[in-house]
């Protein structure tokens, strides 16, 4: 991805809070440009207010959806209808559905249909079905993290707002995980079992939402550093001080 890709955003503003705009607009500018930026609500009730300067600051179109029965969420129906007519233009590379609401999945699965890319944003209490149909979903509060950790560091990135980062013992508790790394280093490994990091990441994006952030740290290579599950080799040191990092499965030795 890259600044000439062309990105629809789609916020829904009944069910996430103003306060991650600001991240959330600066992560989106990784992966692309927000040609459009709508967001979702009824505009008439108090709950929102919060997000009326928040519009107005980052060039965020408010679509009107007038809650008609009590119980039932018209906002997600005005943006899905939205989203197929902004789909049908043939104009985007690729959407961000900014949600934490399971009613989304289908729509994220139909969008990826047409070959174009979905990047959800989500709350950690997001249905693993929403985060499973995206390319890639990104936790807010893992960007509030970021945000206001400023240099702070690892640590401090993933302690901000009391959220702590995984511990090795959680991280190697979660099988899916643990799998997800094993069997990724596996698939791009030379014949003694050593895969660049880089093409371990780029594995795991082309099969998993995976993003090392909603674990609580900011790089892939940490987190693996963490688990202790693999060796980890630095070569090729450069002037610049960057170097290739490759890494091995411990079960291989």
Excluded at 4 to 27: F, G, M, Q
Excluded at 92 to 108: E, I, N, R
Aim: hydrophobic share 35%; with cysteine.
């Amino acid at each position: 991805m890259n600044g000439r890709t062309k990105l629809a955003v789609l916020i829904d503003a009944d069910n996430i809070s103003a306060a991650t705009c600001e991240a959330l607009i600066r992560e989106i500018a990784n992966y692309g440009v927000a040609s459009v930026k709508r967001a979702y609500g009824d505009w008439t009730t108090p709950q929102l207010a919060p997000w009326k300067g928040v519009l107005h600051e980052y060039a965020i179109s408010p679509m009107q959806q007038f809650s008609y029965t009590r119980g039932k969420n018209s906002t997600d129906s005005s943006m899905i209808i939205d989203a197929m007519d902004l789909l049908y233009t043939g104009r985007f590379d690729g959407f961000c559905l900014v949600t934490s609401d399971s009613d989304f999945t289908k729509l994220a699965m139909r969008i990826r249909e047409s070959g174009l890319l979905v990047y959800g944003f989500g709350e950690q209490k997001t249905p693993d079905s929403l985060q499973a149909a995206c390319d890639k979903f990104v936790f807010l509060e893992a960007l509030e993290s970021t945000s206001e950790s400023g240099s702070g560091g690892e640590e401090s990135s993933a302690k901000a707002r009391g959220r702590a980062r995984k511990s090795r013992q959680e991280l190697n508790q979660d099988t899916k995980l643990v799998n997800l790394l094993r069997g990724a280093v596996e698939a791009v490994s030379d014949e003694n079992g050593w895969a660049h990091i880089s093409e371990v990441g780029s594995h795991i994006a082309n099969q998993s939402s995976f993003d090392s952030r909603n674990y609580g740290y900011r790089k892939l290579s940490k987190l693996i550093e963490v688990t202790e599950l693999f060796d980890m080799q630095k070569l090729n040191y450069r002037e610049d001080g960057s170097y290739d990092l490759f890494i091995r499965d411990k079960r291989q030795r």
